[in-house]
Nanobody
Framework: QVRLAESGGGLGQAGGSLTLSCSAP????????VAWFRQAPGKEREFVGNINWNGDSSNVADSVKGRFRISRDNAKNTVYLQMASLKPDDTATYYC????????????????????WGQGTQVTVAS
């Protein structure tokens, strides 16, 4: 099973910014949709957003709309989650995941179809 790798987590300040990266060492997934999810302690995993294989289409959850943006650089085999105007409620472990079917894109907030996951990176936002 392909393992993705998230990086860029850490401690942020309320109102500040952080950028997370997602890569797949040893494997290109430039033809797959990639999504970001997050999970706070005691809460269910939450869809943050996703981006299709070539970056033409993306979607983010209402809870982060206007603050978070997803982009990708297929030449670098990397997908980014750019987070701005951070809030303490954004504190969570953030995961990236790749859709199993190449070129398939579903903007809906679901974990269905995402078969390749990273181990997560912790983001903590201080007030």
């Amino acid at each position: 099973q392909v393992r993705l790798a998230e990086s860029g987590g850490g401690l942020g300040q309320a109102g500040g910014s952080l950028t997370l990266s997602c890569s797949a060492p040893g494997r290109a997934y430039s033809d797959h949709t990639v999504a970001w999810f997050r999970q706070a302690p005691g809460k269910e995993r939450e869809f943050v957003g996703n981006i299709n294989w070539n970056g033409d289409s993306s979607n983010v959850a209402d809870s982060v709309k206007g603050r978070f943006r997803i982009s990708r650089d297929n030449a670098k085999n990397t997908v980014y989650l750019q987070m701005a105007s951070l809030k303490p409620d954004d504190t969570a472990t953030y995961y990236c995941a790749a859709e199993s079917s190449p070129y398939y894109y579903n903007p809906q907030p679901t974990t269905f179809g995402y078969d390749y996951w990273g181990q997560g990176t912790q983001v903590t936002v201080a007030s």
